[in-house]
């Protein structure tokens, strides 16, 4: 039972555009999201987060959105480096999870410089 | 160092033998985690512990695997009589408090298990 879902196995953008990575989920009860990067043979990291009463939060190159109503969010990365390039995991959890946290599948993406 | 720290980084075993996979979360961090993420899948949680209980265990395959944590620090993820299907990248998380306190986890760089 996957309640995050991450459609997009990969994507590829050109150095300087925007990458927009997406997630959807399930589970309306679900009230906190995150962002992780995650580079070859190294841990997931934090990226960025959002909590279900914001529709927005923004630091420095990296913007979340959320969208209650669809389920869905996005992460957008503006301008895009080729230091990007890495796996993206969206992560949720709510208040009747407990203390565990949902992951997505991952998205890979590579900036082409 | 700093962060949460994993070993064995490798892992190879012969199907059938037991494997202890060992997690040093960040001190002061209360609560850790547990997750396996296996080809082409994304993270799938396995268990949460909060100080040396682990109130929530629902994510553990089969009852051949268990951990254990000791002294609200390190723990170890122990899979019995292993089986191929076991192999997979599993990773440990630490946090502040649970996800119930919105707080960030802070990730291992994992174990690589392979079972022949």
């Known amino acids: 039972d996957q309640q995050v879902k991450q459609n997009s196995p990969s994507l590829s953008v050109q150095e300087g555009r925007i990458s927009i990575l997406n997630c959807d989920y399930t589970?309306?009860?679900?009230?906190?999201f995150l962002w992780y990067k995650k580079y070859p043979a190294e841990g997931p990291t934090f990226l960025i987060s959002i909590s279900s009463i914001k529709d927005k939060n923004e630091d420095g190159r990296f913007t979340v959105f959320l969208n209650k109503s669809a389920k869905h969010l996005s992460l957008h990365i503006v301008p895009s480096q080729p230091g990007d390039s890495a796996v993206y995991f969206c992560a949720a959890s709510g208040w009747n999870t407990g203390n565990q946290f949902y992951f997505g599948t991952g998205t890979s993406l590579t900036v082409i410089p | 160092g700093a962060g949460v720290s994993q070993s064995p980084s490798n892992k190879v075993t012969e199907k059938g033998k037991d494997v202890e996979l060992r997690c040093d979360p960040i001190s002061g961090h209360t609560a850790l985690y547990w997750y396996r993420q296996s080809l082409g899948q994304g993270l799938e949680f396995l268990i949460y512990?909060?100080?040396?209980?682990?109130?929530?265990k629902s994510g553990l395959p089969s009852d051949r695997f268990s951990a254990e944590r000791t002294g609200g620090s390190v723990s170890t993820l122990t899979i019995q009589r292993t089986q191929q299907e076991d192999s997979a990248v599993y990773l440990c998380a630490s946090s502040l408090q649970g996800a119930l306190a919105k707080n960030i986890q802070y990730f291992g760089a994992g174990t690589r298990l392979s079972v022949l």
């Open positions: 589970n309306s009860m679900f009230d906190y």
């Open positions: 512990f909060q100080g040396n209980s682990a109130p929530d």
